[in-house]
C-alpha cells in the first residue's frame, strides 16, 4: 500500500497534478464548514479531474459535526459534481474525522474509509 498525502497550501498545489499519474484512486478532502473556501476548493477540484480524465474520486466532506458544515448535498453543488462525466466513478462522503473529541472513533472510521478504498482500487 502507497498513499501519498499531499496538503492543501497554495504553495503545495503545483505538485498535485505530478501525483496524479501515480494515483489509484484521488482523494479530495473538503473541509465542509469553511464555505468561503469551497470555490476555491471545487476549481482545484476540477482542475485535477481534468488532468487524469478516468482516475477515480472519492470527495470527502470532513468537519459535517460543526454547526455551520454544509450538508451533503449542498456539497455536491457547491463543488458542481452534477458536471463530473458519468463515466468516472465519483464518491461524495460525509466525514468527521480526526476531532479531538472523537479520535478514538476516527481510527475506526478510517479504518473502515480505508477498506472502501481497497475495494475501490
Known sequence: KVYFQ?????????YWSDYLRKTHVLVYVVDSSDRS????AK???????RVQPQLPVVVLGNKQDKPNAVS???LHEAL??????EDRKLFLLAAQLGSDE????????LDTFQDLLLQLV
Not at 473556501?37 to 476555491?40: A, F, I, M, S
Not at 476549481?43 to 479531474?49: K, N
Not at 472523537?102 to 472510521?109: A, D
Open 37 to 40: 473556501r469551497l470555490p476555491l
Open 102 to 109: 472523537t479520535l478514538r472513533n476516527s481510527c475506526r472510521g
Open 6 to 14: 499531499i496538503g492543501g497550501g497554495e504553495d503545495l498545489r503545483r
Open 72 to 74: 451533503v448535498s449542498e
Open 43 to 49: 476549481a482545484e477540484l476540477h482542475r485535477l479531474l
Open 80 to 85: 458542481s459534481l452534477d458536471s463530473v462525466t
